[in-house]
Structure formats: C-alpha cells, structure tokens
C-alpha cells in the first residue's frame, strides 16, 4: 500500500560508510548534456536525446521524497526511487501484475496452508559496498521495521508474519518470538499469523526490503526514526543502482551498482529523478526534451496531446482508490449524521465527468479489479436525504455548521477536486468549505499527526487482496488516519484472515466494508487511472498497478 501525492501518481547524513563515485563513462556523459543545455529547437540533440544515447533515464517524479529509508517511507516518490536502490525477495514481474520475479531469493517453497515460507537466497547478492546479502540480514530488517521505537507507518503489512502485531504494539520484547528465522546463511523462514497465498507480491514492496546493518548503527540507533543513513555518500543498498546525487528540489541521481548480483543484465547506466510539481511545466519539459517520463497530464491536455504525440501518451488504470478521510475525533465528524450527509451530497458522476481526466466513480474504499471481490459501485447523490440528515444533526439548511477545511497536498489536481467537492456541498447543503494545500512533506505530517478536519486521501495496492485496504481502517492502524474505531469490523477482517477458502474470506471482507462504509469514516470518490508521457524509445517499461516501474528491466531502443 502506498500514499499517491499526485494523481497518477508521494533523508539524509552522517555515517562511515561511502558508494564509490559516479564512473568516468557516466560522469562525462551527464557533464556534457547537462552543461550543454542542450534544447529541442532547430532539431538540434536535446538532454534527452543525449541522455538516452548514455543509457540515463530522466524521470519526472512528482514531490521531492520525504525519505529514502525503505523503511520509512509510504509515498509513491518515495518508493519510485527506493525500489531502484533496494531489493527484496522478490521483484515485480513487469510483464503480469500479480506475478514475482526471483530477487534475492532465487527459489522458495511454502506449506500446504500457506502458514510457513523457506525461502533459499542467491550467494552472489551483494550489498553495494561488497558485503554478501544473508538471511540475517532480512531479519534485521524486519527486526528493524517492526521495532515499536521506529514508528514505522508500514509495519502493519509485516503483522501477517506470527506475532509481529504483538512485537510491533509493544504486547511482546522478545523478537525471537515473531516468526522470522535465519537457520543459515541463505535461508529464511518465516512462519505467518494466518494464511496468506497472496505472500509474494507483499514482499516485493519497500516495507520488507532489508537494510545494511552496518550502514544503519552508523548513523543511530535502529528504532531512530531520525537516523541519516539514507542519504547520497552513506546509503548502501542491494538494489540495482547507488544512490550518486541527492540535490534537495532539484535532482536524485542514481548510477548503476556494479555489486547487483544481476549487473550484467541491466541496461541503464543511471537515472535522474526530477521533482515537478506542477503537471503543466512537466509536460513543458517532456515536449522541450529535458524528460523522458512524466507523472502525469494536466486536465484538459490529454486529447491535444494524444493528436501531437500519440506514441507517448500512456494510460494506465492502477488499483487505487481516491478518498476523503473525516477526522472522526471531534466534532462535527464525530456525528454519524454530519459524514453521512456529506457523503450524500456528493455526485462522483459529475464529479469525474467535469475533471476529464479518466477516472470512474467508485462507492467502496476497494476499488474495483480486484478477482472475485464485487467492488462497491459509485451510489446516487441524495441531496433530499442529506439535507434531512444535517437538520437532525443541529445544522438547517447549513446554518451554524462550523467552518470547515480540506487538506490536499500541493497538486492542481488535488486542489480542483476539492474545489469541485466544496461547490457541491455548498450549493447543496449551504456549507462553506475551504480548501487547504500542503507541500507534500508538511501534509504527510498534518495527516500522520490527525491535524485536520478533511483529508484527502489516496491508496494504491501492492497486491491483489481486498486486505491491502480494509486492514488500514483497524482500529490503532497505523495508516487509519481518520481515528475510526469499531471492534465488529475488526473482528470480521480478523476471521477473514484465518479463512484459507478464497470466496469465503472474500465474503467476510465484503462484509467488513460495508460496515465501515455504513458508519463513513472515509468518503470514496473515484478509482486511480494514471496517463502520462512516455519516450517511445524507453523499453521494458511494463505494466504496473501502482505506479511502481522495475527499472532493472527497462532500456533505450537502439536504432
């Protein structure tokens, strides 16, 4: 699961220990089209044209990251980079976006129940200062992810490995009671909470990547949260990059790591990450020839540009889902009537309808795609209801409803939705909204810290199971940013996770989302589609359902 700053879709010091510099070859080839400045004008060789003939990948990458700390992180410019710089036990296969690749681990077997995975790791694997990557190290990792210290956002995607809720919630001290074992060198067990056939495509998220043992105590403590270890000169990862440059709202520069136990078989010899916040002057510098990939279109271009440059325009429907998260704590949300009502009031039809920009209305917090599981369809706007429902709850026609706010993190698209949002409410129930934007980092704070009325939310999957969303709304959840608590609703995810019989357990979940949705502690919006631009010269892209590319398999055409 992971946080999307931008439709389409979100550290740093000291330590002993350094990645070599960029090699000559690199240096001198992103010297030469940086310096030269090179434009699209006349015909003459852009950056881009200069910088895929050097096998550098230039990215438009939305937000600067908040972190590079595999652990850390929940954004999507975040976990874009991280997944260069870091590897798991297994990678997306880029070609079907339920299916793993061998990554560290080069082969594993599980049990009949889907409760014990053994896992056998390639002896080549290297971190990127030359020490092998061990099973030990895994568990460090997870030892790491899950110490209640850290604070870790996503340590609940780990609480399906046996007592690590409980280690993690601080019910436990002794982490040789959690259910991750290293009985060698190259192998690691884990032993789950419950079933879980849908294992390895978690595992190829950043939450349960390893991290250099080494590198970390350089730079503090494991449960630090403010430890600098992830940063350009002390981050040593296993991944098939280093991370070179970190120049803050400027640029990250990764170069290919020479220790991945795959280098040879990956084409890129970098990637520069830009971070352009706003989609118009993004598009810019893809037409001017300064990116090879944007995040995304601005409303309104996608046809013109899909007339001008029909090879380059992408579209991509992600499982992702476009919430607004009510602060249930206080009042008013603290009245079922008030979220109810809002909820009713507003028309997702006309809401996509007016944003052109792909989307489709969605009524549950699962989006639709997911095999089996009936999503929630988009309901009718009831504004005869919702008005009833405020008047009940002390506010007629709106009068004397408190002045509210919705927190969007700084993104036109973001700030139009809530616009749109807003003018519905006010023209339907007479209540003013305001809206409120954020730089990315300040917002991950004020929504991680409850300090907000309105959040905009947006969740995209790692994996093919309703869970990856219902268990966010748990009570205490680490992502329940909303403060929504109901022991009924936790007790049916919790059966649903013992049923290994698929169609019973999904019907539990259906179950669960109901009864979350019938007490609306999130107001569901819209599905997530991605279109971008693409070079038509980048290969081996692939197909993604969040956003997340493997880069190791990505190259330039060569004509």
Not at 1 to 6: I, L, V
Not at 72 to 87: F, K, Q, R, T, Y
Not at 493 to 520: F, G, H, I, S
């Given at each position: 699961?992971?946080?999307?700053?931008?439709l389409n879709i979100p550290w740093?010091?000291?330590?002993?220990?350094?990645?070599?510099?960029?090699?000559?070859?690199?240096?001198?080839?992103?010297?030469?089209?940086?310096?030269?400045?090179?434009?699209?004008?006349?015909?003459?060789?852009?950056?881009?044209?200069?910088?895929?003939?050097?096998?550098?990948?230039?990215?438009?990458?939305?937000?600067?990251?908040?972190?590079?700390?595999?652990?850390?992180?929940?954004?999507?410019?975040?976990?874009?980079?991280?997944?260069?710089?870091?590897?798991?036990?297994?990678?997306?296969?880029?070609?079907?976006?339920?299916?793993?690749?061998?990554?560290?681990?080069?082969?594993?077997?599980?049990?009949?129940?889907?409760?014990?995975?053994?896992?056998?790791?390639?002896?080549?694997?290297?971190?990127?200062?030359?020490?092998?990557?061990?099973?030990?190290?895994?568990?460090?990792?997870?030892?790491?992810?899950?110490?209640?210290?850290?604070?870790?956002?996503?340590?609940?995607?780990?609480?399906?490995?046996?007592?690590?809720?409980?280690?993690?919630?601080?019910?436990?001290?002794?982490?040789?009671?959690?259910?991750?074992?290293?009985?060698?060198?190259?192998?690691?067990?884990?032993?789950?909470?419950?079933?879980?056939?849908?294992?390895?495509?978690?595992?190829?998220?950043?939450?349960?990547?390893?991290?250099?043992?080494?590198?970390?105590?350089?730079?503090?403590?494991?449960?630090?949260?403010?430890?600098?270890?992830?940063?350009?000169?002390?981050?040593?990862?296993?991944?098939?990059?280093?991370?070179?440059?970190?120049?803050?709202?400027?640029?990250?520069?990764?170069?290919?790591?020479?220790?991945?136990?795959?280098?040879?078989?990956?084409?890129?010899?970098?990637?520069?990450?830009?971070?352009?916040?706003?989609?118009?002057?993004?598009?810019?510098?893809?037409?001017?020839?300064?990116?090879?990939?944007?995040?995304?279109?601005?409303?309104?271009?996608?046809?013109?540009?899909?007339?001008?440059?029909?090879?380059?325009?992408?579209?991509?429907?992600?499982?992702?889902?476009?919430?607004?998260?009510?602060?249930?704590?206080?009042?008013?949300?603290?009245?079922?009537?008030?979220?109810?009502?809002?909820?009713?009031?507003?028309?997702?039809?006309?809401?996509?309808?007016?944003?052109?920009?792909?989307?489709?209305?969605?009524?549950?917090?699962?989006?639709?795609?997911?095999?089996?599981?009936?999503?929630?369809?988009?309901?009718?706007?009831?504004?005869?209801?919702?008005?009833?429902?405020?008047?009940?709850?002390?506010?007629?026609?709106?009068?004397?409803?408190?002045?509210?706010?919705?927190?969007?993190?700084?993104?036109?698209?973001?700030?139009?939705?809530?616009?749109?949002?807003?003018?519905?409410?006010?023209?339907?129930?007479?209540?003013?909204?305001?809206?409120?934007?954020?730089?990315?980092?300040?917002?991950?704070?004020?929504?991680?810290?409850?300090?907000?009325?309105?959040?905009?939310?947006?969740?995209?999957?790692?994996?093919?199971?309703?869970?990856?969303?219902?268990?966010?709304?748990?009570?205490?959840?680490?992502n329940n940013e909303s403060g929504?608590?109901?022991?009924?609703?936790?007790?049916?995810?919790?059966?649903?996770?013992?049923?290994?019989?698929?169609?019973?357990?999904?019907?539990?979940?259906?179950?669960?989302?109901?009864?979350?949705?019938?007490?609306?502690?999130?107001?569901?919006?819209?599905?997530?589609?991605?279109?971008?631009?693409?070079?038509?010269?980048?290969?081996?892209?692939?197909?993604?359902?969040?956003?997340?590319?493997?880069?190791?398999?990505?190259?330039?055409?060569?004509?």
């Open positions: 699961m992971r946080r999307e700053p931008a740093l010091l000291q330590g002993d220990i350094s990645i070599p510099k960029l090699a000559s070859n690199l240096v001198l080839a992103l010297g030469l089209f940086l310096a030269l400045g090179l434009s699209a004008c006349g015909g003459q060789t852009t950056k881009a044209d200069q910088a895929a003939q050097n096998g550098i990948l230039i990215i438009g990458n939305g937000a600067d990251p908040k972190t590079l700390d595999p652990h850390l992180l929940i954004g999507m410019p975040e976990a874009n980079i991280v997944s260069a710089l870091s590897e798991g036990l297994v990678v997306p296969d880029p070609d079907s976006v339920n299916e793993v690749r061998p990554g560290v681990a080069e082969r594993w077997v599980h049990s009949s129940d889907f409760r014990r995975w053994t896992f056998h790791l390639r002896k080549d694997a290297r971190w990127s200062d030359g020490t092998p990557v061990t099973a030990q190290d895994f568990v460090y990792g997870f030892h790491r992810m899950l110490t209640p210290e850290l604070g870790a956002e996503g340590a609940d995607l780990l609480h399906v490995i046996r007592n690590a809720r409980a280690f993690n919630r601080g019910e436990i001290d002794d982490f040789g009671q959690v259910g991750v074992a290293a009985p060698d060198t190259h192998r690691l067990e884990l032993t789950l909470e419950y079933p879980a056939p849908y294992l390895l495509p978690m595992l190829a998220g950043t939450n349960f990547f390893p991290v250099n043992r080494a590198a970390v105590e350089a730079g503090g403590d494991m449960g630090d949260s403010q430890n600098r270890w992830a940063s350009a000169g002390n981050y040593v990862g296993n991944g098939p990059f280093l991370l070179s440059e970190w120049h803050v709202n400027r640029f990250i520069l990764l170069e290919r790591n020479p220790q991945y136990w795959d280098a040879a078989n990956v084409a890129l010899n970098g990637i520069r990450f830009v971070p352009i916040e706003d989609p118009a002057a993004e598009v810019d510098a893809f037409l001017k020839g300064e990116l090879h990939v944007t995040q995304t279109i601005p409303e309104g271009s996608v046809a013109e540009l899909t007339r001008t440059h029909p090879d380059s325009v992408m579209r991509e429907d992600m499982l992702g889902a476009y919430v607004y998260t009510l602060n249930v704590r206080s009042p008013p949300f603290d009245d079922l009537r008030v979220r109810k009502a809002l909820a009713l009031a507003i028309d997702r039809t006309s809401l996509v309808n007016e944003l052109k920009s792909g989307q489709k209305p969605i009524g549950g917090f699962v989006p639709p795609g997911i095999p089996g599981y009936d999503a929630v369809p988009a309901p009718a706007p009831n504004l005869a209801a919702a008005r009833e429902l405020l008047a009940q709850a002390g506010y007629p026609g709106g009068r004397g409803f408190p002045r509210l706010s919705v927190l969007v993190n700084r993104y036109p698209f973001h700030e139009t939705v809530a616009r749109i949002v807003t003018r519905q409410w006010q023209d339907g129930l007479g209540i003013k909204v305001s809206v409120q934007a954020e730089p990315w980092k300040d917002y991950l704070d004020s929504t991680g810290d409850g300090d907000f009325q309105i959040a905009r939310s947006g969740w995209v999957a790692g994996y093919y199971d309703p869970g990856t969303f219902l268990d966010i709304m748990v009570t205490d959840g680490l929504w608590s109901d022991p009924a609703y936790d007790a049916l995810l919790a059966k649903a996770r013992q049923t290994a019989d698929r169609p019973t357990r999904l019907a539990l979940m259906r179950e669960a989302e109901d009864m979350m949705l019938a007490q609306q502690p999130v107001i569901p919006l819209m599905n997530y589609s991605q279109t971008y631009l693409l070079d038509p010269r980048v290969k081996g892209w692939g197909n993604s359902i969040n956003g997340n590319h493997v880069y190791k398999f990505i190259s330039f055409a060569t004509n």
